[in-house]
């Protein structure tokens, strides 16, 4: 069987957790989070390197939800592939309805998962471009975006290496000016999804 993982940078924590003693997975490729700030762009890569694995996969796990422009993606792909379901990487990790639950206490909550939490606020200056001012701290930019923002919340996906995480979060939410809470998630939007794959590949 041979399988490939085409994933946002933001799941690697989780995905390679999961997958790093896997002898089916083949090719691991993560894209940029980044694309997310242009969702057609971010559609046209993630087929594009896909489809340059035809012939070469038997399946891929995509580690994408919906994210904005997605939906109905996996009909353009040339390989047979499972994606994750969800309209985001948090609902994935939290649940539907674990999602909202936290909405509801908070409207204002960041999510921080692990591969967040690696970014910090230099992923957000980088996503917006809110560097590209000449003379304006990019902080300026970040104040006025969370500004409606209460407070972060660390999304501790059981890992390893939580307090090293929890921490980059913590620098993060101080960064913004925002209360810091945690939380534990499992893996199962993960895992169904990836035997999904696999199951998918002996089906073929």
Known sequence: MKLGIIACDILK???EFLTKDDPDFIVKEYLEFALHEDPPHMR???IETVNKYEGQLDAVFLGYATCQSLDGVVNDLKIPTVMLKGADCIEVLLTTQEYNAEKRKCAGTWFSSPGWALEGTNGLIKEMHLDSVEGVDPQFFLDILFDSYKRCLFIDSGIGNEEYYEQKSKEMA??????HDCRKCGLE???TKIQETK???KSL
């Open 44 to 46: 046209a890569v993630i």
């Open 174 to 179: 101080d960064q913004l000016r925002l209360k």
């Open 13 to 15: 924590p989780e995905i």
């Open 199 to 201: 199951e998918l590949a």
């Open 189 to 191: 939007g993960l895992t």
